[in-house]
């Protein structure tokens, strides 16, 4: 029996001021990369919390999302191991705060700076995905967020309970 299709499921934070986008530089495997803050989904997290944690532990600054831009399904190789892996971030538009002074920003994150639309254009051959360009093309073509309502989290996510089932018999 093959095992399941199982995407690898993360967060992305798109924030745009003065017509510059938050994009963090990383250290990869394949070199130095771009992105948007971003990371994957911990086991008893909401999306939104997940968005607001990886915001903060890759910029230092606090993220306030305000709508759900996407939800996305693409292929690009991990940050470790070079492997192409399929990936289903939730993309959130929203705000962020200062930097708070001293923070220590995640193994492998170089730095966290403001680019123009432009700017990340021409460093595409450097984004650690191809949604990086697609989020802000979207996000400049005024789509509309979904509101974060849409998102429900069922309290059993939330207390990181891992639930086993028995093997069926051969009766059934």
Not at 25 to 48: C, D, F, I, K, M
Not at 92 to 118: E, K, N, Y
Not at 129 to 139: E, F, I
Request: charged share 15%; hydrophobic share 40%; proline share 8%.
């Amino acid at each position: 029996m093959s095992r399941p299709f199982a995407p690898s499921v993360t967060v992305a934070a798109i924030v745009c001021e003065g017509g510059r986008y938050l994009v963090v530089e990383e250290e990869t495997a394949l070199g130095l990369r771009y992105n948007q803050p971003a990371g994957h989904l911990e086991p008893g997290e909401s999306l939104v919390a997940a968005a607001i944690r990886e915001t903060l532990e890759e910029t230092a600054r606090e993220f306030r999302p305000e709508g759900l831009q996407g939800v996305y399904l693409a292929c690009s190789p991990s940050s470790t191991s070079g492997e192409l892996i399929t990936y289903l971030p939730f993309a959130f538009v929203g705000t962020v705060g200062q930097a708070q002074l001293g923070a220590v920003l995640d193994q492998g994150i170089v730095r966290a700076l403001w680019l123009t639309p432009a700017e990340l254009t021409a460093l595409a051959p450097q984004h650690r995905s191809p949604l990086v360009l697609r989020c802000v093309t979207d996000h400049q073509a005024g789509k509309q967020p979904y509101p974060l309502a849409l998102l429900q989290t069922d309290p059993s996510a939330l207390a990181g309970i891992v639930r086993t089932v028995a093997p069926r018999s051969a009766e059934g």
